[in-house]
């Protein structure tokens, strides 16, 4: 009986140390929804929402966790964009505590995202996830377009975990990225390992983000893997 008990401990130890993805600001959100963070929270001191939207786009690129919430997702999402597709960001730009910045993505109301959204056929939410090692969790609604952007990014070079945890599967109709006029999209959760050879150095500081200089070969590569999928 010892012996059984001891094998039943050691088991949920090794399940307990097991390594878990999660999204890079994972924790219980201060603010409910954006009416909640913007009666406490000033616009263009502490936070910014940033769009771009081209007459006639039926894709859009959002990162709602942009700025320094989960860097560098607005750089990724603007730099899918272009001048083609629709771009949304809503960027965090305190010294610091950008994390209370976060609203989880099936709580993100803010008004400008949601019309930003109605309006296109297609979505990409562009998130970062925890994790040293270089790779990718792709998630949602969009199951044709999720095995679409799959096999680009493989074939690109790099890393798609085979599993995605259900904490950032962004499979819920109230996702934001299942917003758009198809009811399903898709959700890019980044791992920290994979958004450190985006820039020269792996440095994901606000600054040396911001300068299109720093940014790698991969950095391009990826973005452009992600669009032949859409194509």
């Known amino acids: 009986m010892k012996k059984v008990l001891s094998v039943a401990v050691a088991n949920l130890l090794l399940i307990g140390l097991a390594p878990v993805a999660h999204a890079e600001s994972a924790r219980s959100d201060v603010y409910a929804d954006y009416a909640d963070l913007s009666a406490h929270e000033v616009e263009g001191r502490d936070y910014r929402r940033v769009q771009r939207v ?131 999209g898709v959700q890019l959760e980044i791992s920290r390992g994979q958004r450190e050879r985006f820039f020269d150095g792996g440095k994901l500081n606000r600054a040396w983000i911001e300068d299109p200089a720093n940014r790698t070969k991969a950095f391009y590569r990826y973005v452009a893997a992600v669009n032949r999928a859409l194509g």
């Open 54 to 184: 081209p007459s006639g786009a039926k894709v859009a690129h959002i990162a709602i966790h942009g700025g320094a919430i989960e860097a560098p997702t607005s750089q990724l999402a603007d730099a899918a964009a272009g001048s083609k597709y629709a771009f949304y960001a809503f960027e965090g730009i305190k010294d610091s505590g950008n994390t209370a910045l976060h609203i989880t993505a099936t709580h993100f109301d803010e008004p400008k995202a949601l019309n930003v959204v109605a309006g296109v056929d297609y979505t990409v939410s562009w998130h970062a996830a925890s994790g040293s090692g270089a790779t990718t969790y792709v998630g949602g609604r969009d199951t044709k377009l999720i095995k679409k952007v799959k096999s680009e990014l493989r074939a690109a070079g790099f890393a798609i975990s085979a599993s995605v945890p259900e904490e950032i599967g962004g499979d819920s109709p109230s996702n934001i990225a299942n917003k758009n006029r198809r009811g399903m």
